[in-house]
């Protein structure tokens, strides 16, 4: 099992790959046909994707989950403490389903954004360290001064954006040059 593989369960790539194993089988592919496949299938984008690696620290962008639902499926696969940033238009979102895992794997949980409440309100006993930030470089520059070697620094918003206009693609790729910036001042 490699590195990555240690962080995140691999358990829906092992089922796409069993799925195309057997189907060679069935259909009589050659394993060469199946295995060059497997290396062309994208992922989603956005989705639990791996960003960079600062001081032991790996960085992740799920800005796809803008969901409850989602979020959880991401700390279902991480086996790792997490310093969290969340939030956006939380004012109906219901964070209850998120508790447990949260009770498990979240050290700290940086609140980006204006209406914060909701999910300040709701992980208050199940998290010492909650802090609301206004933007993303706030909310990354303290997630690096949060995490300790070995942890992981997750944007998984678990709602919408605030911002009506922006997509989870914008957010993503927010993060993501966020974190890169980090990175290569870190490197000089």
Same mark, same amino acid.
């Given at each position: 099992?490699?590195?990555?593989?240690?962080?995140?369960?691999?358990?829906?790539?092992?089922?796409?790959? @069993?799925?195309?194993?057997?189907?060679?089988?069935?259909?009589?592919?050659?394993?060469?046909?199946?295995?060059?496949?497997?290396?062309?299938?994208?992922?989603?984008?956005?989705?639990?994707?791996?960003?960079?690696?600062?001081?032991?620290?790996?960085?992740?962008?799920?800005?796809?989950?803008?969901?409850?639902?989602?979020?959880?499926?991401?700390?279902?696969?991480?086996?790792?403490?997490?310093?969290?940033?969340?939030?956006?238009?939380?004012?109906?979102?219901?964070?209850?389903?998120?508790?447990?895992?949260?009770?498990?794997?979240?050290? !700290?949980?940086?609140?980006?954004?204006?209406?914060?409440?909701?999910?300040?309100?709701?992980?208050?006993?199940?998290?010492?360290?909650?802090?609301?930030?206004?933007? @993303?470089?706030?909310?990354?520059?303290? !997630?690096?001064?949060?995490?300790?070697?070995?942890?992981?620094?997750?944007?998984?918003?678990?709602?919408?954006?605030?911002?009506?206009?922006?997509?989870?693609?914008?957010?993503?790729?927010?993060?993501?040059?966020?974190?890169?910036?980090?990175?290569?001042?870190?490197?000089?």
């Amino acid at each position: 099992m490699n590195y990555l593989q240690e962080l995140i369960n691999p358990r829906p790539k092992q089922s796409n790959s @069993m799925v195309a194993g057997i189907t060679s089988k069935v259909l009589q592919i050659r394993k060469e046909s199946i295995k060059e496949s497997l290396s062309d299938l994208n992922t989603i984008g956005h989705r639990q994707d791996y960003v960079a690696t600062i001081g032991n620290v790996m960085y992740y962008d799920d800005s796809r989950a803008e969901s409850v639902n989602a979020t959880w499926f991401t700390f279902e696969n991480i086996v790792r403490p997490v310093v969290w940033i969340a939030g956006g238009y939380d004012r109906d979102t219901d964070f209850r389903e998120l508790k447990q895992a949260v009770r498990k794997k979240v050290r !700290a949980l940086i609140c980006i954004g204006r209406y914060n409440a909701n999910l300040k309100n709701t992980f208050q006993k199940d998290i010492k360290e909650i802090y609301e930030v206004k933007s @993303m470089d706030e909310a990354v520059d303290l !997630a690096s001064f949060l995490a300790k070697e070995e942890d992981i620094v997750l944007f998984s918003p678990a709602c919408k954006s605030e911002n009506e206009d922006e997509t989870y693609i914008e957010r993503g790729n927010l993060f993501t040059d966020t974190v890169k910036k980090l990175e290569y001042e870190c490197l000089q």
